[in-house]
């Protein structure tokens, strides 16, 4: 059984950082495409970050371009969020996610594994 479990969210001024983390278990990291969602209050779950197996190939939302920063150590089983400049708009809870299919995806069917999400809170 595959299970993701995001950490590293929390409350944070405008113009800061933090640092998501999520661990993938039940199968090695290296076989998921992975990726970073997010959903504010409200609003649909949205794209944030794409990463490809090797980590070689990542890919942005707009909103996000230049700010945040997708990795991934497959040592480690692991999945990093870096975010940068933080704004109140990033306000969301968000979600890792693991695709088995060839390729990476920019939308919620395209991912096969959802961890249940870390919730961060950007203050004005």
């Known amino acids: 059984q595959v299970q993701l479990v995001e950490s590293g969210g929390g409350l944070v001024q405008a113009g800061g950082s933090l640092r998501l983390s999520c661990e993938i278990s039940g199968r090695t990291i290296t076989s998921y495409a992975m990726g970073w969602f997010r959903q504010a209050p409200g609003k649909e779950r949205e794209f944030v970050v794409a990463i490809s197996r090797s980590g070689s190939y990542i890919e942005y939302a707009d909103s996000v371009k230049g700010r945040f920063a997708g990795s991934r150590d497959n040592a480690k089983n692991t999945v990093y969020l870096q975010m940068n400049s933080l704004k109140p708009t990033d306000t969301a809870v968000y979600y890792c996610?693991?695709?088995?299919?060839?390729?990476?995806?920019?939308?919620?069917?395209?991912?096969?594994?959802w961890g249940k999400g870390t919730l961060v809170t950007v203050s004005s």
């Open positions: 996610a693991a695709r088995r299919r060839p390729g990476i995806s920019r939308t919620t069917d395209g991912m096969d594994y």
